[in-house]
């Protein structure tokens, strides 16, 4: 769990934790470096954010759900095409077709892969809804 | 140029149906019906497709431009001042208004 803040506006922070399952996860970590974030030491008000990065086959449903359950009151985002709707592979049996099925998804990246910029939004829209 | 949304600019669309088939997520859905439009002179009234609904599933879409490329009207475009987040998953299907070009309206 690593926490970041918006360079931009170092008083938005988000605490992030990836489920790397497939190809987004080296689009995550590009958006993580892709200079709109800096590291920040531990601290800040702002939430914690599960992010679910790839694609969730089936027979990986019931890691994804622990990992969530192991970091309560975690908000969910759905990284990309795959883990909100299957993507590319919404035909394919063994392929869960989006993780909303078993959890509350708090925000949705559209894109596969999503673009940095996008990431960096759904950033600032938890952090803004961190009320509710 | 960012590839983060695709724009329709529905005047030039004719309703051929090219995108639909060829995007590899079938993420693009299209509806239309035919009209007869009758011109001076003709011997016969011309059938003009009218666009009835189009509707591009930002679930799905890979963002892989296919359909912009495959469009002979360049009716689709990129538009690189979008990226969609949503907090509810049915606000990823985008219909005729919402696919609009940024700056349009």
Known sequence: MTRYALTSDPSVSVEVVSASLACCTLELQAALNSGALIQVSEGGTGPSVIVIAGTVTDALVPSVLELIDSYPGTKVMSFGACATSGGPYWDSPPVSKGIDQFVEVAAYVAGCPPRPDAFIQAIQELSLNRAS | ?105
């Open chain 2, 1 to 105: 140029m960012k590839h983060s949304f695709i724009a329709l600019i529905e005047d030039k669309c004719t309703s051929c149906m090219l995108c639909v088939r060829e995007c590899p997520a079938w993420c693009i859905h299209l509806d239309s019906h035919t009209v007869d439009v009758t011109e001076e002179g003709a011997r016969r009234p011309k059938k003009v497709n009218v666009l009835d609904s189009f509707e591009i599933d930002y679930s799905l879409c890979m963002y892989c431009g296919v359909c912009i490329d495959v469009c002979p009207f360049d009716a689709l475009a990129w538009d690189e001042h979008r990226a969609l987040v949503t907090t509810n998953r049915e606000d990823m299907l985008l219909g005729i208004e919402e696919l609009g070009p940024s700056g349009s309206s």
